[in-house]
């Protein structure tokens, strides 16, 4: 494959599906869950003021947004913030096109938190940049207390987990229920446990 094609093929992988897949989309949803799409984005208009990006996507019911001063969100088109689901930004937030945050999940971000096109998080998780307090540990002193997280493309993330400051976790991961990921994750791995180990190697997933 020549450099342009190669140049053509990842540009293409990385720009954001075109409003009309979605409305393709939207019209073979039940009618349920067409009221809920339009009523998702209807907060998301009604909400600008809290986002640092035009794209539209869908903001659900009792979904919390804290921005402090200086926080920046960058959200991409066609992201599903679900029901109860909580944003809080000092830092700088990106979700990539497609990116579902599941119900009751919190993103914490500090410093840089940012999650790839096309993942998908779990309910009741927690992503957090920062440890909030400062500690000192006997052995090695005082610990880090920020640091980025950076979430792949095609990332899935089982229920409960908690992705820990730090972390990079790879494209094309699974990220096994409950897990608790304090390092790095390398791509195509499937990792669960506290603290969480990679347990074998990820062909593909299907969203």
């Given at each position: 494959m ?7 093929h ?18 073979r949803?039940p009618?349920?869950d ?5 009523l ?8 600008w003021?809290q ?7 869908v ?16 959200i ?5 913030l679900?029901?109860g ?34 993942s998908?998080i ?9 440890i ?10 005082e610990?880090?207390?920020e ?10 993330i ?26 790095d ?5 499937l990792?669960y446990?506290n ?10 997933w299907?969203?």
């Amino acid at each position: 494959m020549s450099e342009k094609a190669v140049e053509k093929h990842s540009t293409a992988a990385v720009s954001p599906p075109s409003y009309s897949h979605f409305w393709t989309m939207f019209w073979r949803f039940p009618l349920r869950d067409r009221v809920i799409f339009s009523l998702g984005v209807m907060r998301r208009l009604l909400r600008w003021y809290q986002f640092d990006s035009r794209e539209l996507f869908v903001v659900e019911r009792k979904v919390q947004v804290l921005k402090w001063k200086g926080g920046r969100i960058e959200i991409g088109r066609g992201v599903r913030l679900a029901m109860g689901s909580k944003i809080v930004c000092g830092g700088h937030l990106v979700l990539g096109p497609r990116v579902i945050v599941g119900p009751n999940t919190i993103i914490m971000c500090a410093t840089r938190v940012e999650i790839g096109a096309r993942s998908m998080i779990s309910w009741n998780c927690s992503i957090f940049d920062s440890i909030g307090h400062r500690l000192w540990l006997e052995e090695t002193g005082e610990t880090e207390i920020e640091a980025p997280i950076t979430i792949g493309k095609d990332v899935w993330i089982g229920p409960y987990s908690i992705i820990m400051k730090g972390v990079t976790i790879g494209d094309n991961c699974v990220i096994g229920a409950g897990s608790v990921v304090r390092r790095d994750v390398p791509p195509n791995s499937l990792v669960y446990g506290n603290p969480a180990r990679v347990a074998g190697k990820v062909e593909r997933w299907e969203r």
